[in-house]
């Protein structure tokens, strides 16, 4: 079946360290997103990239970095720069260009003790 | 950067009512407006993608329609069932902005 797998679901850590969320999708899609939620807020980007080898900021991408080093796999670090990293955190895909809905992930739940 | 606005931001209504909410965004530069169903533990997914102004679509009992020359979208529905509660989300597509969502529970 195709779609998007997200692990680890639930993740804690201590402050000060990074951490490393994995997202990989076999729908062959080129365009690949991290979203963030709140409690109470909507979803906000964090990344997204569009092709192999290239990736833009999103609205909020401070204290984040990402990588995307093959088609399938959009790995999120979250460093010890991220000020409130606790959040739940949304992988998703489409289609580049036209106006393909996303397709998402089940979602990784960061919690920093 | 870019609102896309949400009301009401819950809603409790009971088995058999007719719902609607709406998504707000701003009418210039419009590309495609997305709804989204989020199931709790689920992952979010596409209802509608909306591009025209004056589009309708329908899905079983679930609607919407589209205004973009005054930038919003009404999602109805019709006879809710309580497998219908969800958060729905609308998102600008583009710059992919969501609404905080608007969380529906549907009573027995």
Redesign the interface.
């Known amino acids: 079946d195709g779609g998007?797998t997200q692990s680890p679901k639930y993740l804690f850590r201590k402050e000060g360290q990074n951490v490393t969320l994995s997202c990989e999708q076999n729908l062959n899609h080129d365009a690949m997103?991290w979203?963030r939620q709140d409690p109470?807020?909507?979803?906000?980007?964090i990344y997204?990239s569009q092709i192999v080898n290239d990736f833009q900021k999103g609205?909020i991408a401070e204290g984040y970095s990402v990588s995307r080093e093959k088609k399938e796999s959009f790995p999120l670090t979250v460093t010890s720069a991220q000020k409130n990293p606790t959040a739940f955190y949304?992988c998703a895909s489409s289609t580049t260009g036209g106006?393909?809905?996303?397709?998402?992930?089940?979602?990784s739940r960061l919690t920093v003790l | 950067?870019l609102n896309?606005e949400?009301s009401p931001q819950s809603l409790h209504v009971q088995e058999g009512d007719s719902t609607n909410f709406t998504c707000s965004f701003p009418s210039s530069n419009f590309?495609?407006l997305?709804w989204?169903r989020w199931e709790t533990?689920?992952?979010?997914?596409?209802l509608f993608?909306m591009?025209l102004n004056g589009d309708e679509k329908k899905k079983g009992r679930i609607s919407a329609t589209l205004n973009t020359k005054e930038g919003y979208s009404y999602l109805y529905i019709k006879g809710s069932q309580p497998e219908d509660s969800a958060t729905y989300?609308c998102?600008l597509?583009g710059?992919?902005?969501?609404?905080?969502?608007t969380e529906l529970s549907v009573k027995p």
Do not use: M, N
């Open positions: 998007i997103y979203y109470g807020q909507g979803l906000r980007l997204y609205d949304l106006t393909g809905e996303l397709f998402f992930g089940e979602g | 950067i896309v949400q590309y495609a997305h989204y533990a689920k992952s979010p997914e596409a993608v591009t989300l998102a597509r710059k992919l902005i969501f609404g905080q969502g």
